[in-house]
């Protein structure tokens, strides 16, 4: 079984701190996506991998910004949080970059409060 | 604009109750994905099905079944005899040819009660 991995459950910062998220799988998967996740919205995509050092703009990428440095490794970076940016984030990993052809596999995700 | 709807923003029903989720898509696409994902307490999403547009049998896994009918652009999902693991939120997906990305519906909180 694919098993994606969020460092933090839960995470409380402070207005104007770098904030960094940190995913991993274990399924030698290409490719990587953080989700952000709130009520009544769903879940939006905030930026995705699909090769090491390689990344593209999801739907709301603004504020954030990402690093994959390793295949196994996704990192989501908050440069400075802002209180907006309370809410639940989702890394999810999958085999083929088309999702039709492979489905995402989810972390447990991560409770983020800026206060 | 929103390409998944899903109306019903909480259910609450009692064990051994059916429970159908309603999703409604938009799209020009003539090819496409519709998938149901469900999400538990523990937060982590599982997949449940994916049903391309050309494929509109209906399916059915255990209690599970799902609907398709593009005439109406609809992929309704429905739990029969639900049971108490079955409250979770439930969400409806959609992928068109050619993108690399699903546009997630806003979720339905389905509780189970004893």
């Known amino acids: 079984d694919v098993k994606v991995t969020q460092s933090s459950r839960y995470l409380v910062k402070r207005t104007g701190e770098k904030v960094f998220l940190e995913c991993v799988q274990d399924?030698?998967?290409?490719?990587m996506f953080w989700y952000r996740q709130d009520p009544g919205l769903g879940l939006r995509l905030i930026y995705f991998s699909y090769d090491v050092k390689m990344k593209e703009k999801g739907d709301i990428p603004e504020g954030y910004s990402v690093s994959r440095e390793k295949k196994e490794r996704f990192s989501l970076i908050l440069e400075s949080a802002s209180t907006n940016q309370t809410s639940m984030y989702l890394c999810?990993?999958?085999?083929?970059?088309?999702?039709?052809?492979?489905?995402?596999?989810f972390g447990n995700g991560t409770r983020l409060t800026v206060t | 604009a929103q390409k998944v709807t899903q109306a019903q923003t909480e259910i609450s029903v009692v064990e051994k109750e059916d429970v159908t989720l309603d999703c409604v898509y938009e799209?020009?696409?003539?090819?496409?994905?519709l998938f149901w994902y469900k999400q538990p307490p523990s937060g982590e999403l599982v997949f449940l099905i994916r049903r391309n547009s050309f494929d509109e049998q209906n399916e059915i896994s255990g209690r599970y079944s799902w609907n398709f009918q593009k005439s109406t652009s609809s992929f309704n999902f429905t739990i029969t005899a639900s049971q108490v693991v079955d409250s979770a939120v439930y969400f409806c997906a959609l992928s068109e040819a050619g993108d690399y990305k699903l546009s997630f519906g806003a979720g339905t909180t389905v509780t189970v009660r004893a």
């Open positions: 799209t020009r696409d003539t090819t496409y994905y």
């Open positions: 999810a990993s999958s085999l083929y970059l088309r999702t039709y052809n492979s489905p995402l596999h």
């Open positions: 399924m030698d998967h290409e490719n």
